[in-house]
T-cell receptor, first 108, second 112 residues
Framework: QKEVEQNSGPLSVPEGAIASLNCTYS??????FFWYRQYSGKSPELIMF????GDKEDGRFTAQLNKASQYVSLLIRDSQPSDSATYLC????????FGAGTRLTVKP | DVKVTQSSRYLVKRTGEKVFLECVQD?????MFWYRQDPGLGLRLIYF???????EKGDIPEGYSVSREKKERFSLILESASTNQTSMYLC???????????FGPGTRLTVT
């Protein structure tokens, strides 16, 4: 069974700090990697995807992928209280599999 | 700007009832998915479909079936609802590579 593991959290950071979210996956055939944000009571929404090893930046968000280590991470710079949510790592190979999520709280 | 819709936001059913959850997407996506989300367990894949009349089992298909007669519509069926199927059900659709995946608003099903 394909597995996607995330650091369980919860994670709490002060406003303006860098939040670091981590994810590992078991299936070496996985092709694409995604980070979703889910606010309480809402559906997940896609914030970033990454296919290649290395870093991918989009505004305050940076996704990092290391396929050899089967590891993907998300960094949120200058964290804001509005970033408080659960972050879901997802891995695509023939279908989309999700980790259990990490709850992030950004304190003003 | 509606992309994925689900037939109900909240549903209460009795044990043993047959339950239909409907999902419709307007993005002409080939792929459609049904997940359930439970506290501490994350999103678990029930079934998915790559094309009309095609279906594949996910991790937890037991007690569920699906139907995809049209490209835009993917239905989840609980043949005989049980209390352990009380959950949030999320439908999603995506492009073939998965990089354009959108979720519906979810259906919170309670089975009593």
């Amino acid at each position: 069974q394909k597995e996607v593991e995330q650091n369980s959290g919860p994670l709490s950071v002060p406003e303006g700090a860098i939040a670091s979210l981590n994810c590992t996956y078991s299936d070496r055939g996985s092709q694409s990697f995604f980070w979703y944000r889910q606010y309480s009571g809402k559906s997940p929404e896609l914030i970033m995807f990454i296919y290649s090893n290395g870093d991918k930046e989009d505004g305050r968000f940076t996704a990092q992928l290391n396929k050899a280590s089967q590891y993907v991470s998300l960094l949120i710079r200058d964290s804001q209280p509005s970033d408080s949510a659960t972050y879901l790592c997802a891995v695509w190979e023939r279908d989309m599999r999700f980790g259990a999520g990490t709850r992030l709280t950004v304190k003003p | 700007d509606v992309k994925v819709t689900q037939s109900s936001r909240y549903l209460v059913k009795r044990t043993g009832e047959k339950v239909f959850l409907e999902c419709v997407q307007d993005m002409d996506h080939e792929n459609m998915f049904w997940y359930r989300q439970d506290p501490g367990l994350g999103l678990r894949l029930i079934y998915f479909s790559y094309d009309v009349k095609m279906k594949e089992k996910g991790d937890i298909p037991e007690g569920y079936s699906v139907s995809r007669e049209k490209k835009e519509r993917f239905s989840l069926i609980l043949e005989s609802a049980s209390t352990n199927q009380t959950s949030m059900y999320l439908c999603a659709s995506s492009s073939p590579s998965g990089d354009e995946q959108y979720f519906g608003p979810g259906t919170r099903l309670t089975v009593t």
